[in-house]
Nanobody, 123 residues
C-alpha cells in the first residue's frame, strides 16, 4: 500500500506560478510511476504529468508541456509539480497518483491516489 498527501494548491492569477507537492508513504520502493492528474467539475479526470520513480524520465500532456515540470526527491519520498504561466483553464483539483506496474504506461491505470488539492487561476 502507498499513501499520498498533496499540498500547495491555492488561488493565483493568470501568469503566476505555483508548486504542488505530494508526500508518499508506505511501500514506495514498489512504485514505477508517480503522476499528476487534474479534474474540473463536470469533466473527466485528465493526465497532466508523470515521472519514473527510480529513473527520473518525465512525461507530459500536450496541454501542460513547456509550462509544467514534474520532479521527484526520492530521499524525501516527494514528487513536485512546478506550474508556470498558469492559465484560467488550468483551474482544477489536482491529484497525485502512483502505480506499481510499468506495463500499462505512464498515463493510465494508477492504483493509488491522494485526496486532491484545488488550484484556481483567475483571469
Amino acid at each position: 500500500q502507498v499513501q499520498l498527501v498533496e499540498s500547495g494548491g491555492g488561488l493565483v492569477q493568470a501568469g503566476d506560478s505555483l508548486r504542488l507537492s505530494c508526500l508518499a508513504s508506505g511501500r514506495t520502493s514498489s512504485m514505477s510511476f508517480m503522476g499528476w492528474f487534474r479534474q474540473d467539475p463536470g469533466k473527466e479526470r485528465e493526465f497532466a504529468a508523470a515521472v519514473v520513480w527510480n529513473g527520473g524520465r518525465t512525461y507530459y500532456s500536450d496541454s501542460v508541456k513547456g509550462r509544467f515540470a514534474i520532479s521527484r526527491d526520492n530521499a524525501k519520498n516527494t514528487v513536485y509539480l512546478q506550474m508556470n504561466s498558469l492559465k484560467p483553464e488550468d483551474t482544477a483539483v489536482y491529484y497525485c497518483a502512483a502505480k506499481e506496474s510499468f506495463l500499462t504506461g505512464w498515463n493510465r491505470e494508477y492504483k493509488y491516489w491522494g485526496q486532491g488539492t484545488q488550484v484556481t487561476v483567475s483571469s
